[in-house]
């Protein structure tokens, strides 16, 4: 593997995930880089509470563990949720399992961390998914656009004051991402747009759009095999 960034390496060569050197042992996880950008705009979660909404497939959830957070993952679909179970056990990782749709699960107490990678189209994956552009369509980003603004109201309620949300999907679509922010920020005056940081995404000023959020899209970091397309927004709560 080559080291992209920091503790983030890829692979020249593809194969069976669980036949590689050190999987079963649980050295390491798979994540696109991408998708492991949105826990680096949470700054430090170490002994912080982390609700981590709509968790599955988990490396989020086990990203926000191996950094020390005290993780509540919540997943409503049982497979998808045993799924993150058996990795967190393989990475002997500790996080609180919760089966429940997010707008039915109520915190014993308001989080200093909240994060919503809210379901999506999923068109940020076309690199690896070529198909999408044929199996997607306009009916397809309205039903997930409603949903994810739905589920951004339930996540805020969520935070502690001063705390903060970072809300993320994997899509390429105006109306799943700088839309659905700016629409929140409209109808929710308790929370104001943190701007991200070129430090803590490894330096890479591309990555930040001209309001301050993330945007990665397939073509970056093409000459290292590009990245999944990511929007990305961090709010504090006032």
């Not at 050190?22 to 949470?42: H, I, K, T, Y």
């Not at 809210?118 to 656009?145: F, M, N, Q, V, Y």
């Not at 603004?149 to 903060?164: H, R, S, W």
């Given at each position: 593997?080559?080291?992209?960034?920091?503790?983030?390496?890829?692979?020249?060569?593809?194969?069976?995930?669980?036949?590689?050197?050190?999987?079963?042992?649980?050295?390491?996880?798979?994540?696109?880089?991408?998708?492991?950008?949105?826990?680096?705009?949470?700054?430090?979660?170490?002994?912080?509470?982390?609700?981590?909404?709509?968790?599955?497939?988990?490396?989020?959830?086990?990203?926000l563990?191996?950094?020390?957070?005290?993780?509540?993952?919540?997943?409503?679909?049982?497979?998808?949720?045993?799924?993150?179970?058996?990795?967190?056990?393989?990475?002997?990782?500790?996080?609180?399992?919760?089966?429940?749709?997010?707008?039915d699960?109520?915190?014993?107490?308001?989080?200093?961390?909240?994060?919503?990678?809210?379901?999506?189209?999923?068109?940020?994956?076309?690199?690896?998914?070529?198909?999408?552009?044929?199996?997607?369509?306009?009916?397809?980003?309205?039903?997930?656009?409603?949903?994810?603004?739905?589920?951004?109201?339930?996540?805020?309620?969520?935070?502690?004051?001063?705390?903060?949300l970072?809300f993320?999907?994997?899509?390429?679509?105006?109306?799943?991402g700088?839309?659905?922010?700016?629409?929140?920020?409209?109808?929710?005056?308790?929370?104001?747009r943190k701007?991200?940081?070129?430090?803590?995404?490894?330096?890479?000023?591309?990555?930040?759009?001209?309001?301050?959020?993330?945007?990665?899209?397939?073509?970056?970091?093409?000459?290292?095999?590009?990245?999944?397309?990511?929007?990305?927004?961090?709010?504090?709560?006032?």
């Amino acid at each position: 593997a080559t080291q992209l960034f920091d503790n983030v390496y890829r692979l020249s060569e593809t194969g069976r995930v669980d036949l590689l050197d050190g999987f079963a042992q649980g050295a390491w996880w798979v994540q696109d880089f991408a998708a492991a950008l949105p826990v680096r705009l949470l700054g430090e979660v170490r002994g912080q509470r982390v609700i981590d909404l709509c968790a599955a497939p988990g490396g989020k959830t086990m990203q926000l563990a191996a950094l020390g957070a005290n993780v509540t993952a919540v997943e409503k679909e049982a497979l998808r949720l045993a799924r993150i179970r058996e990795n967190l056990q393989r990475m002997q990782f500790k996080a609180e399992l919760v089966e429940a749709d997010i707008r039915d699960y109520v915190p014993d107490a308001p989080a200093p961390v909240v994060l919503l990678d809210a379901p999506c189209s999923a068109t940020g994956t076309i690199r690896r998914h070529p198909e999408l552009p044929w199996i997607k369509s306009g009916a397809d980003i309205t039903l997930t656009a409603q949903a994810a603004g739905e589920f951004l109201d339930v996540a805020a309620d969520m935070v502690a004051p001063g705390g903060t949300l970072v809300f993320a999907v994997c899509s390429l679509e105006p109306e799943e991402g700088i839309e659905q922010v700016e629409d929140f920020l409209a109808r929710n005056s308790g929370f104001a747009r943190k701007p991200v940081e070129v430090a803590e995404i490894f330096g890479l000023n591309a990555l930040i759009s001209a309001q301050g959020d993330l945007r990665t899209l397939p073509c970056h970091l093409a000459n290292k095999g590009g990245m999944d397309g990511f929007y990305a927004a961090r709010f504090i709560r006032l």
